[in-house]
């Protein structure tokens, strides 16, 4: 009886053994698949380095099904490993919102507790199977294949010792224990053209163009510097290089493509060539700090932040190098007067990780400037044409710095009950130069099928003071998207609006539309071409209708 205990023993613990290695070897051979203990703020199917991300510790959601994880595909190279890990052992677990992130980074400590989660089952495993281990004819296969599987063992164990040698290697000599590199490059192709004689500005007395504009190459790169000290945290350090064109001593990025020379006022331009605001140099495109000072609140503030960073989000139109360009279909055009440069903070709250998000932030132009005259580069293009005493040349006297007279403060709740549904309610209140603004807006979203999405955002505005009087303008958006269109990743999306409706300037309501197709050529590469129409430009009924054509190439590394 000793010599069978001894033999049931002896068989349990190679049983132990060959499951074990297999798993240590499944692990370590895809590190970059196991999800541990993060979710992100914002769900994306392409990382935006320009957003504030920060992970989050949070409940994962066990997989019982591969099909279940969004974003892995049965191209990818480890499908197969993955698949019988979440099948037949079921140690994998998927963020809340169904995806795996298989190309994240992996921490020691993630590491380990995705080999706990996985030994734990494997006890489960065998806890079950030694029900009948007694038997002489079970003990005899098992000893059989100890025998078979000696020398693959011995081999496995070599490889995982291998393994943690170049483990140790690449950390010993690692660009930085705290940083990650991230970096985009924008490339488009961009022509367009007008029909009638000329396009004249909103007030109908300045001539924009008289033919149409040649056809241009635009860019924007950036590099980012993602460090967390605590694993909760992040300080961002972005570099960013753009073309575009000086305008009156500043930079103005959203002059290098044809909607932005034929319509810059109400948001007709290409996005990601506005932002940033920088031509042909390398300049600080990002600058602050992110932290938790509890699990479901975070913090972030800085000397370069952008406005349209932290509210606002559509899971449809608002990554310009992911989906639409138009920037008034990016964001609520009247409800960030300030969408460049500035400084200040905000915060992102999710009460107990649930249905209801509240978010906030203030902002200030030139917050680095004591005194009282001096640039203020962080407003729209819009408000020069309300303030003309924003123009360089005007040199008007308001006070600056953090608490200056050009600033805003905006706050949004937001209720989200499910990944296929999200509102919006927004606030935004401040002043221009010593004027004051205040805009209500609204943006929701849904889902239909997981692939087929409606989407739409309404802004009501009053801007007191300006060069037209006291006006109140309104703004809405609406579209349709389409997802893994004719190909798995990819996004199609139409939409249509009406930026600035105002009865004091101009005799007309401008228009925009826009189409594009989003083809993911590869997980690092997307290329995307877009058509723009614009009617009534800038207000004006005598302006011909505008067309343009982009063809946008995106590489993220």
């Known amino acids: 009886m000793h010599k069978i205990l001894s033999v049931n023993a002896t068989a349990k613990t ?55 994880l969004s974003d892995v595909q049965p191209t990818d190279w480890a499908f197969q490993a993955l698949q019988s890990l979440v099948e037949r052992y079921g140690c994998i677990a998927g963020y809340p919102n169904g995806t795996f992130r298989g190309n994240r980074a992996m921490t020691r400590y993630e590491f380990a507790a995705g080999l706990n989660a996985c030994l734990n089952r494997v006890n489960e495993l065998i806890a079950t199977a030694t029900a009948d281990l007694v038997k002489k ?77 040649n056809p241009t190459i635009l860019y924007r790169a950036s590099i980012g510097l993602n460090t967390s000290f605590t694993g909760t945290d992040l300080l961002k350090v972005q570099l960013d290089g753009a073309s575009g064109s000086i305008v009156n001593g500043r930079p103005d990025a959203g002059r290098d493509n044809a909607a932005g020379v034929l319509e810059p006022f109400f948001g007709s331009q290409i996005d990601y060539s506005i932002k940033p605001a920088t031509v042909n140099t390398v300049d ?57 440069p500035s400084s200040g903070a905000a915060i992102d709250w999710k009460p107990g990780n649930g249905a209801i998000s509240v978010r906030a932030l203030y902002a200030a132009t030139n917050a680095s400037n004591p005194g009282d005259r001096g640039l203020l580069i962080g407003t729209a293009a819009f408000t020069n044409l309300l303030y003309p005493g924003l123009n360089p040349a005007a040199n008007v006297a308001s006070k600056r710095g953090i608490f200056g007279s050009t600033y805003q403060s905006t706050a949004e709740i937001e209720y989200a009950p499910s990944r296929a549904f999200a509102v919006r309610l927004q606030y935004s209140g401040g002043e221009i130069i010593d004027q004051r603004f205040d805009v209500f807006g609204v943006n929701a979203e849904l889902t239909l099928a997981q692939k087929f999405g409606v989407f739409g955002r309404y802004g009501y505005g009053n801007y007191s003071g300006t060069d037209f009087g006291d006006i109140k303008p309104n703004y809405w958006m609406a579209g349709i998207a389409m997802r893994d269109l004719f190909t798995r990743g990819a996004l199609a999306g139409v939409a249509v609006g009406q930026p600035f409706i105002v009865n004091q300037i101009g005799n007309s309501t401008q228009t925009n539309y826009e189409a594009f197709y989003n083809y993911p050529f590869s997980r690092n590469i997307q290329i995307t071409p877009t058509f723009q129409v614009i009617q009534n430009a800038g207000n004006q009924s005598s302006n011909g209708t505008i067309y343009t054509g982009t063809l946008r190439t995106v590489f993220s590394f």
């Open 137 to 213: 004819e079970d003990l005899a296969t098992l000893q059989k294949l100890q025998e078979q599987f000696t020398a693959e063992l011995a081999t496995l164990r070599g490889r995982v010792d291998a393994l943690e040698a170049k483990s140790a290697e690449l950390e010993a000599n690692q660009f930085s224990t705290t940083t990650k590199l991230l970096g985009q490059v924008v490339m488009s192709a961009n022509a367009g053209g007008f029909s009638g004689s000329s396009i004249v500005d909103p007030t109908g007395r300045r001539v924009l163009a008289t033919t149409n504009p």
């Open 284 to 340: 600080i495109g990002r600058l602050y700090y992110t932290f938790k000072p509890t699990k479901d609140l975070a913090v972030s503030f800085g000397p370069d932040i952008r406005t349209t960073d932290y509210l606002d989000r559509n899971s449809y139109a608002y990554l310009s190098f992911l989906d639409f360009s138009t920037q008034a279909f990016i964001n609520n055009y009247l409800l960030f007067p300030i969408d460049g």
């Open 14 to 68: 190679r049983i132990y053994e060959k499951i074990l290695t297999q798993t240590v070897v499944s692990v370590v051979s895809f590190q970059s698949l196991l999800v541990l203990g993060t979710s992100s703020v914002k769900a994306e199917t392409s990382f935006d380095f320009a957003t504030p991300q920060l992970e989050e510790t949070s409940s994962m959601s066990q997989v019982t099904n591969v099909n279940q």
